[in-house]
């Protein structure tokens, strides 16, 4: 056996390096679900393995966190000799960790090589839907050949071909993301939330928050900030200790469960928390049987939400023989046949491939543009950028930040107390503001707007 100073040291040093120190007498129970993964990363550390296989991870980690169990990853390499397989779809991540790259697609191997050989291969990449970092796919439309993969080193290789003039920054005014001023009152709100659960731990702590009607929100803070806890209450999962939550005015006190769920819909982190009936069809259309709804119409939602979600075809078959990402449409498809008002997805893109995030949000999307309010909660931060109009940021409990996107995104000090970072392209722009470039640059395509060769030619 292990001598007991020796555990109680190795146990100590992995708690450290994955930020679990100051909760080491919590119960499991207790901790979210990426304090939950963590603790996971810190058990299969603390073994002291020489080979080291992780299973994505990083999935339900803030982006601080992710880059700090990365960056333990790559000290476990460099400096104990460990050999460290890693399943991962972080691609920014592994382009400056990785030794070689494995990319497999529908269970074949397809590119194999060195990070610079198998980012170069973008086209196909795409095609299988594998992201390319934000800061190698930017470079190469602006025409550099193989371009560095790490963020410093593309960073330090724009100043100088800004400095030498061989791009230029376009001024231009950027799309403030904002669909017009928020006029009247908000569909819901919270006011002065306390939430402290059994166990004494204090979750929610003074949240104000207004949500306007249409809007996409996103709701971001990191590990264990109370963004699930938050949601659970805007829906009457949980009644706050203080304070309260309104519905278009009214306390939601005042409400059943089914009067709100028909109203509020929460599609929860793990779908297989609420997925219980036997077949797709069945799953769906549970809500809209139990509002006492003519088979007809219950008919008629589950089968225009199934054909939304892309599942229609799977009807019959067992909810818990779909693919993760399939269960969790079939969450969405179950939310969207009660007709919800607002819909809040918490933490939609877990454990998704890239693509898979993808169709999750821009479902969401088109419902939003039908005028259902969407409220998002994530660590996802290009996802952030990408759909969100609004921002809140929440921390130990309270809501620190807010305001549109670009705004948010360029609070950088707030953002880093969080444990939380704009995407590389975003942070790519900051760096780059002394050249003229407007520091609220949300996507690769919007840098490729400001920035552009001198000679005017078209990008590689």
């Not at 790490?150 to 100043?159: D, I, T």
């Not at 169709?359 to 309010?373: D, F, Q, S, V, Y």
């Not at 130990?396 to 000090?413: A, D, H, M, N, S």
């Amino acid at each position: 056996g292990i001598p007991r100073e020796e555990i109680e040291a190795r146990v100590e040093w992995a708690l450290e390096v994955t930020g679990l120190s100051e909760l080491k007498n919590r119960s499991p129970d207790t901790l979210s679900g990426g304090q939950k993964q963590c603790l996971a990363v810190a058990a299969a550390l603390a073994m002291n393995p020489k080979v080291l296989v992780l299973d994505e991870p990083t999935s339900q980690l803030d982006p601080i966190g992710t880059e700090m169990v990365f960056s333990l990853l790559k000290k476990l390499r460099d400096e104990h000799g460990k050999t460290i397989v890693v399943a991962t779809h972080k691609s920014d991540f592994v382009a400056e960790l990785a030794d070689r790259i494995l990319v497999l697609h529908e269970g074949r191997l397809v590119l194999e090589g060195s990070p610079s050989e198998v980012f170069s291969e973008a086209e196909t990449l795409d095609r299988i839907g594998v992201p390319v970092p934000q800061t190698a796919r930017t470079l190469r439309a602006l025409g550099v050949e193989n371009p560095p993969l790490g963020f410093g080193q593309a960073s330090k290789l724009l100043k100088k071909l800004l400095s030498g003039g061989k791009l230029e920054v376009r001024q231009k005014r950027l799309d403030p993301k904002m669909r017009g001023e928020r006029l009247g009152k908000p569909v819901l709100e919270a006011r002065g939330l306390w939430l402290v659960y059994p166990n004494g731990v204090q979750a929610l702590r003074g949240v104000d928050l207004k949500v306007w009607e249409g809007e996409l929100l996103a709701i971001i803070g990191q590990n264990g900030s109370g963004k699930t806890t938050l949601a659970k209450c805007l829906v009457g999962l949980l009644k706050p200790s203080r304070g309260q939550v309104y519905y278009r005015g009214r306390s939601l006190s005042e409400f059943t469960l089914g009067e709100i769920t028909s109203r509020i819909g929460l599609v929860l982190q793990h779908p297989d928390y609420q997925i219980f009936r036997l077949s797709v069809w069945e799953e769906a259309a549970f809500g809209p049987e139990n509002l006492g709804l003519p088979k007809e119409e219950v008919d008629r939602r589950v089968e225009e939400a199934l054909k939304a979600v892309g599942l229609l075809d799977k009807r019959e078959v067992y909810p818990f023989k779909l693919s993760f990402g399939d269960r969790r449409k079939l969450a969405v498809a179950s939310i969207m046949t009660m007709n919800p008002e607002i819909l809040i997805l918490d933490e939609p893109t877990t454990a998704q491939d890239y693509k898979g995030r993808y169709e999750i949000m821009n479902l969401a999307k088109k419902l939003n543009e039908k005028g259902i309010t969407v409220i998002m909660i994530t660590h996802d931060m290009e996802l952030v950028a990408k759909y969100a109009e609004r921002v809140a940021v929440m921390h130990e409990g309270k809501i620190i930040l807010e305001g549109p996107t670009r705004q948010v995104f360029t609070r950088t000090q707030e953002l880093e107390k969080t444990r939380l970072r704009p995407p590389p392209i975003t942070r790519l722009s900051q760096m780059l503001r002394d050249y003229g470039l407007p520091e609220g640059v949300l996507d690769v395509n919007e840098f490729l707007e400001c920035v552009v060769p001198t000679s005017g030619g078209e990008r590689a």
